[in-house]
């Protein structure tokens, strides 16, 4: 397999800032693309695949359903927390480092969750994990924005879009069956040689790129770092039993102290990690409100529905995750064709469409769930639907993101993935809160919160693509 190059220029040249266009050969941009999308599964394998058999690792650590939660949104936690500076640390180091980089630090928590004697250190390996996804999506983005012309941007977004959705869907059906017929340990050891493999693959093709080295902002990146872990840490222990009330709320008081700072310290200095007014901006806004409603609405839906399926409606794990398989098949055959017609009529429409979809999709679950309804075919149904609408959602979000002015930078495209995992910390949070008798409120919750979305996409003009970055700003 040869090593893919950046162009022409002898070895003794000098390495291309991390900013330059790549222009790998027709062959090697396949492979490439092999690796990028090859990361992207895997860490969306690493997230989801504990969903289907949570209910039987609480039971082998003896531990509630509403602690074992804490197993599926450790990762998602440190992956949201972690997400403003994954773009800072891209920019420095370079993407094809901080992509290595996050694969060895996913492959050191997949080995200690195989191992795992009980519940914490299960939870701090499950954030390990996080802490390795965390750092390939804007590595991947990054590195498909550089290598694709911008007429094929909401194409190659389609792709890794369906790799996220290829990942949701294998996840689920593997994770059950795995667990059902080797127990759930074995589901963490077949990823280790999968992470070997993508990370070989990486090191193999994936250009070598310079960093940048400029100094960071550390006042602001620290304000928003530590305003988002706060919040975040609010959110998940809330439900948890035995926090006192008060607890959660200071944390909650004190973290938006903190993103408050963050906002006065970006007005007033002239490098900031990022420009808060940047992320005002009408289309990296509603792409970032977007995702946020996606992920939320997806997180919710992977954690609640197997836990109703293998508790009130009684299904094995096997049987459930080969239902909850439906709602990331979809997305993952409709994602490519959602970015050929976001190409065509623009993305805006199809976002648009995608949120009231989803709007849809909640009040029905509010609706079934709420009323402990236990046919399958509504619930099949439903699970397609919402299939149907993240696809419609994430590539032209990822589009419109990408063309913002915010998304030029690695600081932008950290905090727009930033916004898909606090969605989906906040999703799977709300699930420990609402389990299991106020489901109807929880998916009512996530219908009201799509229904702001979905006016939000209303508002603002077209405007022309931002200009490329010639330099990457300090952020």
């Given at each position: 397999?040869?090593?893919?190059?950046?162009?022409s220029?002898?070895p003794s040249a000098?390495?291309?800032d991390?900013?330059a266009?790549l222009?790998?050969a027709?062959?090697?941009r396949?492979?490439l693309?092999?690796a990028l999308l090859g990361?992207?599964?895997?860490?969306?394998?690493?997230?989801?695949?504990v969903?289907v058999?949570?209910?039987?690792i609480?039971?082998?650590f003896g531990v509630?359903?509403t602690?074992g939660v804490?197993?599926?949104?450790a990762?998602?936690?440190v992956?949201?927390?972690a997400?403003?500076?994954?773009?800072?640390?891209?920019?420095?180091?370079?993407?094809?480092?901080?992509l290595?980089?996050?694969?060895g630090v996913l492959l050191i928590?997949?080995?200690?969750?195989?191992v795992?004697?009980?519940?914490?250190?299960?939870?701090i390996?499950r954030?390990?994990q996080?802490?390795?996804?965390?750092?390939?999506p804007v590595a991947?983005?990054g590195?498909?924005a550089?290598t694709?012309p911008?007429?094929?941007?909401?194409?190659v977004m389609?792709?890794?879009?369906?790799?996220?959705g290829?990942?949701?869907a294998?996840?689920?059906?593997?994770?059950g069956?795995?667990?059902?017929a080797f127990g759930w340990r074995?589901?963490?050891?077949?990823?280790?040689?999968?992470t070997v493999g993508?990370?070989v693959?990486t090191l193999?093709?994936?250009p070598?790129?310079?960093?940048q080295?400029?100094?960071?902002?550390w006042?602001?990146a620290g304000?928003?770092?530590?305003?988002v872990?706060l919040l975040?840490?609010?959110v998940t222990?809330a439900?948890?039993?035995?926090?006192?009330p008060?607890?959660?709320?200071?944390?909650?008081?004190?973290?938006?102290?903190?993103l408050?700072g963050f906002?006065?310290?970006?007005l007033?200095r002239?490098?900031?990690?990022?420009?808060?007014?940047?992320?005002?901006?009408i289309?990296?806004?509603?792409?970032?409100?977007?995702v946020?409603v996606?992920?939320?609405?997806l997180?919710?839906?992977l954690?609640?529905?197997?836990l109703?399926l293998?508790?009130?409606a009684g299904?094995?794990?096997?049987?459930?995750?080969l239902?909850v398989f439906?709602?990331?098949?979809?997305w993952a055959?409709l994602?490519p064709?959602v970015g050929?017609l976001?190409?065509?009529v623009?993305?805006?429409p199809?976002?648009r469409?995608?949120?009231?979809v989803?709007?849809?999709v909640d009040?029905?679950l509010?609706a079934?769930?709420?009323?402990?309804?236990?046919r399958?075919?509504?619930?099949?149904?439903?699970?397609?639907?919402?299939?149907?609408?993240?696809?419609l959602?994430q590539?032209?979000?990822l589009?419109g993101a990408t063309?913002s002015p915010?998304g030029?930078r690695?600081a932008?495209?950290?905090l727009f993935n930033?916004m898909r995992?606090?969605?989906?910390a906040?999703?799977t949070?709300a699930?420990a809160a609402?389990?299991p008798d106020?489901l109807?409120?929880?998916?009512?919750?996530a219908?009201?919160?799509?229904v702001?979305?979905f006016a939000?996409s209303?508002?603002?003009r077209?405007?022309?693509d931002?200009?490329p970055a010639?330099?990457?700003s300090p952020g």
């Amino acid at each position: 397999m040869p090593e893919t190059t950046t162009g022409s220029a002898p070895p003794s040249a000098a390495r291309p800032d991390s900013s330059a266009p790549l222009a790998p050969a027709p062959a090697g941009r396949a492979w490439l693309l092999a690796a990028l999308l090859g990361a992207t599964v895997l860490g969306t394998i690493s997230n989801n695949i504990v969903n289907v058999p949570l209910r039987q690792i609480t039971a082998d650590f003896g531990v509630p359903v509403t602690q074992g939660v804490l197993i599926a949104s450790a990762s998602v936690l440190v992956l949201a927390v972690a997400m403003p500076l994954t773009g800072w640390v891209s920019d420095r180091l370079g993407r094809r480092r901080t992509l290595v980089l996050a694969l060895g630090v996913l492959l050191i928590g997949t080995v200690g969750a195989t191992v795992a004697p009980s519940l914490t250190p299960m939870v701090i390996s499950r954030a390990l994990q996080g802490l390795g996804c965390a750092a390939v999506p804007v590595a991947v983005m990054g590195t498909l924005a550089r290598t694709f012309p911008p007429e094929r941007r909401s194409s190659v977004m389609g792709a890794w879009g369906a790799a996220n959705g290829i990942g949701q869907a294998i996840g689920p059906p593997v994770g059950g069956f795995i667990a059902d017929a080797f127990g759930w340990r074995a589901i963490f050891g077949a990823l280790i040689p999968v992470t070997v493999g993508v990370l070989v693959l990486t090191l193999r093709v994936v250009p070598r790129d310079s960093g940048q080295q400029a100094r960071i902002d550390w006042a602001g990146a620290g304000s928003l770092t530590v305003g988002v872990a706060l919040l975040m840490t609010a959110v998940t222990a809330a439900p948890q039993p035995g926090v006192p009330p008060w607890l959660p709320a200071v944390g909650a008081a004190l973290g938006v102290i903190a993103l408050v700072g963050f906002g006065l310290t970006g007005l007033r200095r002239r490098n900031p990690f990022i420009d808060p007014r940047l992320l005002v901006e009408i289309r990296w806004l509603r792409s970032a409100t977007g995702v946020f409603v996606q992920q939320s609405t997806l997180a919710a839906v992977l954690v609640a529905v197997p836990l109703y399926l293998t508790g009130v409606a009684g299904l094995s794990v096997s049987a459930t995750g080969l239902l909850v398989f439906a709602l990331p098949l979809v997305w993952a055959v409709l994602a490519p064709l959602v970015g050929l017609l976001a190409d065509r009529v623009g993305p805006r429409p199809v976002l648009r469409t995608g949120l009231g979809v989803l709007v849809v999709v909640d009040v029905g679950l509010a609706a079934v769930l709420g009323h402990e309804v236990q046919r399958l075919l509504p619930i099949l149904g439903l699970l397609v639907a919402a299939g149907a609408g993240v696809a419609l959602v994430q590539t032209p979000a990822l589009t419109g993101a990408t063309r913002s002015p915010a998304g030029q930078r690695g600081a932008g495209l950290g905090l727009f993935n930033m916004m898909r995992f606090v969605g989906a910390a906040v999703g799977t949070a709300a699930v420990a809160a609402a389990w299991p008798d106020a489901l109807a409120w929880l998916f009512g919750g996530a219908a009201a919160i799509a229904v702001g979305g979905f006016a939000l996409s209303f508002l603002g003009r077209e405007v022309a693509d931002a200009p490329p970055a010639l330099t990457v700003s300090p952020g």
